[in-house]
């Protein structure tokens, strides 16, 4: 085979194409997986419609394949490649979605979210994994043994499960016994969201989402209690289901100004808030009199290669579930739009041969 199919963005502002491509030969240093399947993610669409200066201000050039939730086989290895820890062709790996150099400050203090060349990785701004083949250049970082779990379930764990447990185990530092935790939006990150903070606390946990379906499957995934949607009436709703139950932690999956509301007005005193939706809204509460005393409100971009590894680890365990939509690479432009309209169960999870 000499070339491939991949959905690429070739030009800023328009929507990504399926087109023919090389397969790509690694160099000295490089490793070249064979995708059994790559998650999908609203970040993909996002970058479709950005205007090149905002792209190119992020160091990315287009063309280049999208995809940052991969997993496959170890299919060829270059010259020079060092640090596989014992991987070998034909070995089954999750590829790790934040880039990071391993060198500087946060990468040093075990922030890969924070490194300093982390804009610029597979998927976003270099070839990422929905396609045939994908090129690892940085393997000794990247590479993740998946042992029992199945590679072409395996992908959303490096995105969407690490960027949840980075909130929920930040969160449960602050959950002390006899509290709850709160989860705003129970989609693609949010069914990853309430099962660890099951796992991760004694909490109880309380998952909001207007959604009947994903309300009844927050349940199936380990929540106490759940809420319909966020209203001008939820925060009295929230506490009168609670009562007495201080909230120590809430996870806001949307980020809109009536969720960040909510969280605010319901977050206990020392409790953390995790605000991983990034839909543009604001916090408008005073600092002093506003905000619960000795509480925190935080944002990230990702996750560490730590949070990867503990939820590749507690899925291959059994502990932590993963639910996908699998869809053929020819079909991926449906994938989207299920994402898009909320209709998926799971993650959407693109699988380069036919789905049977």
């Not at 800023?12 to 999908?40: I, K, N, S, T």
Request: net charge negative; glycine share 14%; hydrophobic share 45%.
């Amino acid at each position: 085979m000499t070339s491939m199919a991949a959905l690429r963005i070739v030009q800023w502002e328009r929507p990504a194409e399926l087109v023919e491509v090389p397969v790509p030969d690694p160099g000295p240093g490089q490793v070249r997986v064979r995708v059994a399947g790559c998650g999908l993610c609203h970040s993909d669409l996002t970058m479709a419609a950005m205007p090149a200066s905002m792209g190119e201000a992020l160091g990315w050039r287009v063309p280049f394949t999208l995809g940052h939730e991969t997993a496959g086989w170890i299919d060829a290895v270059g010259p020079g490649v060092e640090g596989l820890a014992g991987l070998a062709e034909g070995d089954e790996v999750a590829l790790a979605a934040p880039a990071s150099c391993g060198r500087c400050r946060s990468c040093l203090a075990g922030l890969e979210s924070a490194c300093t060349e982390g804009y610029v990785g597979r998927g976003y701004g270099r070839d990422g994994g929905l396609a045939e083949y994908v090129l690892v250049d940085d393997p000794g970082r990247a590479l993740l043994p998946l042992g029992t779990l199945d590679p072409a379930e395996a992908g959303p764990l490096t995105d969407a499960g690490a960027t949840s447990h980075h909130a929920v185990a930040r969160v449960a530092r602050r959950v002390r016994p006899g509290g709850a935790v709160l989860v705003v939006g129970v989609g693609g990150l949010g069914a990853f969201v309430v099962q660890l903070a099951s796992l991760l606390t004694d909490a109880r946990v309380v998952a909001v989402d207007p959604n009947p379906a994903r309300r009844e499957l927050a349940v199936e995934l380990g929540a106490d209690d759940v809420l319909d949607g966020v209203g001008p009436g939820t925060s009295a709703e929230v506490r009168a289901l609670l009562g007495a139950t201080p909230i120590d932690g809430v996870v806001d999956l949307v980020g809109t100004d009536d969720t960040l509301r909510l969280a605010t007005s319901v977050l206990g005193v020392g409790g953390s808030l995790a605000v991983v939706g990034a839909a543009g809204g604001k916090v408008r509460r005073p600092i002093y009199g506003g905000l619960p005393a000795d509480a925190e409100v935080w944002t990230f971009q990702g996750s560490d290669l730590a949070d990867a590894r503990a939820v590749l680890d507690l899925a291959a365990d059994g502990r932590l579930r993963v639910d996908v939509d699998p869809y053929p690479l020819s079909a991926v432009q449906d994938a989207y739009e299920a994402m898009e309209a909320g209709t998926l169960r799971g993650r959407a999870v693109v699988r380069p041969d036919p789905v049977a």
